[in-house]
């Protein structure tokens, strides 16, 4: 939780601090939904292996970079690594269907 969603809102101290702590809190609130959407659908969805591979390098960097991080500063600094991969599965998971068509159709 701390690789993929810290710095938190109340961990905010100041502006600079301010900008990550709310991108973190859409993030979390994109995984939430995210996690819901796949538990509420009724049929099996196809999951291709190279998402499964995204997973998998996300949730190990995200542990790896949060134990090897000395403070919140060089942890939101090594994100970079893994929070593009992050932000795309929580896009293609969570965002409802009328919206992908609604992207997908100016893209």
Not at 67 to 89: E, H, Q, T
């Amino acid at each position: 939780i701390a690789g993929l969603f810290r710095p938190f809102l109340w961990e905010a101290q100041s502006v600079i601090q301010g900008i990550p702590a709310i991108e973190n809190a859409i993030l979390l609130v994109l995984s939430i939904l995210s996690v819901f959407k796949i538990f509420q659908r009724k049929k099996k969805i196809h999951i291709p292996y190279f998402t499964y591979s995204l997973i998998f390098y996300v949730i190990f960097l995200a542990v790896l970079m949060a134990l090897a991080s000395p403070n919140l500063g060089s942890l939101a600094r090594y994100k970079v690594g893994f929070l593009p991969f992050f932000v795309y599965l929580t896009l293609i998971f969570g965002l409802p269907d009328k919206l992908k068509e609604l992207i997908g159709r100016y893209s």
